[in-house]
């Protein structure tokens, strides 16, 4: 996959739908009775990267103070959703050392590597970071999709869709965007940003919510690389 490609295509789409008043509102992010949880393997930015988002971050609230904004503690990049959240999860339905040992055996054949944050992308609902991978990653993913396939672990790996980006979201529309021309001409201004590159050499597998937020999630264990 051409990522840089693929950003383009994605803002192009998100760009025309938002100026048309056609982007989504996220009606779920505010309701507490919100019950769809999974397991999922997160990479964490670093700091830096982290602080120059949020400085992005602090612009676009200006313009835009009623959506939702991304705190550092939930900033993240998928490495693989094992169970996609769904209405109902609870870890007590499955054995979790099963999971660890299983994806312990996987990462533990692989080294440490870099992913770069430049610039910024968009979907109809949300912003998001357009992350740059090397093939170690994807590799990951590959060995981790094999290693599940063959075994009788619950999981839904790719049901939703074929992860191949290293983005993270940053902001998610939960109400009517006040100004959406200023919005867009704003994420113009970022479109070739560098936010920073980052070494990841560790993954932590945890147990979420839909939105990643910190008070919901459980870190469940963190596997070196």
Aim: hydrophobic share 35%; net charge neutral.
């Amino acid at each position: 996959m051409n990522l840089t490609e693929h950003y383009n295509k994605l803002y192009t789409t998100a760009a025309a739908k938002i100026t048309a008043g056609n982007y989504e509102i996220d009606h779920l992010i505010d309701d507490e009775k919100d019950q769809r949880f999974g397991i999922t393997l997160v990479i964490r930015p670093d700091q830096n990267t982290k602080m120059n988002i949020q400085r992005f971050l602090t612009e676009v609230k200006a313009i835009e103070p009623d959506q939702y904004y991304y705190q550092d503690s939930d900033i993240h990049i998928t490495v693989m959703s094992i169970i996609s959240c769904y209405a109902g999860f609870e870890l007590s339905q499955i054995d979790i050392q099963d999971y660890i040992q299983l994806i312990n055996q996987v990462l533990k054949k692989h080294k440490s590597f870099k992913i770069q944050f430049k610039g910024l992308t968009a979907s109809p609902s949300c912003i998001l970071i357009q992350g740059f991978l090397t093939d170690t990653l994807n590799e990951i993913r590959d060995d981790l999709r094999l290693a599940f396939k063959n075994s009788a672990l619950q999981q839904s790996i790719d049901k939703r869709y074929t992860i191949q980006t290293a983005h993270a979201t940053i902001m998610r529309f939960r109400d009517k965007l006040r100004n959406p021309t200023r919005l867009l001409s704003l994420i113009e201004q970022y479109r070739g940003f560098d936010f920073g590159t980052f070494t990841v050499d560790q993954i932590e597998l945890v147990y979420n919510d839909w939105y990643q937020r910190e008070r919901f999630v459980e870190s469940l264990h963190v596997f070196k690389l």
